[in-house]
């Protein structure tokens, strides 16, 4: 069965500083690969995707995430983390039954704060 | 002007009673879900629909049910409630074609059962 680990539960960064959150899957095929954050008391909102090519894909606000087939990860980078980058993100991997439907698997998510 | 809706956002309900969250969106998605998502943990699939008048199962389905009268609404149904559905609950929807894999969260519902 599809799985997705993210092995770290909090991560304290100091503002300014980079940034790495780790995401590992389990999967006999290269499923979608997704990294959502979550702020306090909202839902889930969309900061990068990939789907095939480039392993380093562009999200919002400054995030990347690097794909390794080999590795079977996902990290998640920032060069200089913001106070307001403090939420808990979440890696998820999309399991397709069909070219139409999407079954998303979530990982635990990582709790980021960003201290002064 | 937010394209999944939620309601209500926060609820108390009584053990053994029955409770439905409602979701709403206007991505014009064909698929919707309903995901739960527990302290410190991710969220799990309960139920989805790919198509009005029809549900299908998720990873978690049991003491749940779900009704999908128009594309557009999805409602989530706990005819006994238990304290153990304590919890947030999310509902999503995705679209077709090329990104139909990414999947559009609202706002959640937090659940309290006592």
């Known amino acids: 069965a599809q799985s997705v680990t993210q092995p770290d539960a909090r991560v304290t960064v100091s503002e300014g500083a980079s940034l790495q959150l780790r995401c590992k899957y389990s999967?006999?095929?290269?499923?979608?690969l997704f990294w959502y954050v979550q702020y306090p008391r909202q839902g889930l909102q969309l900061l990068l995707k990939?789907?095939?090519?480039?392993?380093v894909v562009q999200g919002v606000n400054g995030f990347e995430a690097e794909f390794s087939k080999s590795n079977s990860s996902f990290h998640l980078r920032k060069a200089s983390v913001h106070w307001s980058d403090s939420a808990v993100y979440f890696c998820a991997v999309s399991i397709g039954a069909s070219s139409s439907f999407s079954k998303l698997v979530f990982g635990q998510g990582t709790s980021l704060s960003v201290v002064p | 002007e937010a394209a999944v809706t939620q309601s209500p956002r926060s609820k108390v309900a009584v053990t053994g009673g029955k409770v439905t969250l409602s979701c709403h969106q206007t991505?014009?998605?064909?698929?919707m879900y309903w995901y739960r998502q527990d302290t410190g943990h991710g969220l799990r699939l309960i139920h989805y629909s790919y198509v009005a008048d029809s549900t299908e199962k998720g990873d978690i389905p049991d003491g749940y049910k779900a009704s999908r009268p128009s594309q557009e609404n999805f409602s989530l149904i706990l005819e006994l409630a238990s304290l153990s559905q304590t919890a947030v609950y999310f509902c999503a929807s995705s679209g077709s074609g090329v990104n139909y894999a990414e999947q559009f969260f609202g706002p959640g519902t937090r659940l309290t059962v006592l």
């Open positions: 991505n014009n998605h064909d698929y």
């Open positions: 999967s006999s095929v290269t499923p979608y």
């Open positions: 990939y789907y095939s090519g480039d392993p």
